[in-house]
């Protein structure tokens, strides 16, 4: 066989592998997931933005080295490479004035550990770890259990032989 044709016919075995697809009816009933109801081929409008909740209440963390969530609104605030709405309240220098928790040593580490002088780059995005609270039901079950409730759970168990 020619060598040369080889890309050719890698290429065409690619193309019927693509074409042999499953092709699923497109009034088949659509999964379940953040639009529940019709089928695969239709577009249902978004739901509504959920309200934030603006009430200064902490939630529980479900484990240590989980952002908190926010307790407060951040509609409107800006974070690009000119500002940084979040810091103006919870950096070091700001936090006395506002009384905002400070952002933790964390924000501090470059990813060696190493704590530098300012926020550390890979912190600066805020909202890429830490999400406002919403008044909204989980979209998915969960049975999560915290460390807590599985400690009590062991001691509570009936001694092992
Ligand atoms: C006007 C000042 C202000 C701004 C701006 C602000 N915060 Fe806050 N933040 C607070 C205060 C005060 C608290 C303490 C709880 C409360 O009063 O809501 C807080 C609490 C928090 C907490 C909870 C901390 C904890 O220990 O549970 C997080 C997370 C947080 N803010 C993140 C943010 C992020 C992210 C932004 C930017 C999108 C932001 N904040 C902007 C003042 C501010
Ligand atoms: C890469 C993820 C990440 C980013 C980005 C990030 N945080 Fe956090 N943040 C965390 C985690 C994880 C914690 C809890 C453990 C810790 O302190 O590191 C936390 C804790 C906090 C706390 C509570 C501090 C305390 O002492 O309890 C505040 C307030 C906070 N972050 C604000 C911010 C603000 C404001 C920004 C943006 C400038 C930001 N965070 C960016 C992950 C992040």
């Known amino acids: 066989m020619n060598i040369r044709l080889l890309p050719l016919l890698l290429l065409a075995a690619f193309g019927m592998a693509v074409a042999a697809e499953v092709n699923y009816p497109l009034d088949a009933p659509a999964p379940d997931g953040r639009r529940p109801g019709g089928?695969?081929?239709?577009?249902?409008?978004?739901?509504?933005?959920?309200?934030?909740e603006n009430k200064d209440l902490k939630r529980e963390r479900n484990y240590p080295e989980q952002p908190p969530t926010i307790p407060h609104s951040i509609s409107g605030y800006q974070i690009d490479k000119n500002g940084n709405k979040c810091l103006a309240c919870h950096s070091r220098a700001n936090s006395a004035r506002s009384q905002a928790?400070?952002?933790?040593?964390?924000h501090y580490m470059d990813r060696d550990g190493q704590a530098l002088a300012a926020v550390s780059p890979r912190r600066y995005f805020c909202n890429q770890c830490h999400i406002s609270q919403n008044e909204v039901k989980p979209l998915v079950g969960n049975s999560f259990e915290t460390i807590d409730k599985l400690l009590q759970d062991e001691a509570n168990?009936?001694?092992?032989?």
């Open 39 to 52: 089928t695969i081929s239709q577009s249902l409008p978004a739901p509504a933005i959920a309200n934030e």
């Open 101 to 106: 928790p400070m952002i933790s040593i964390t």
């Open 157 to 161: 168990a009936p001694a092992k032989p």
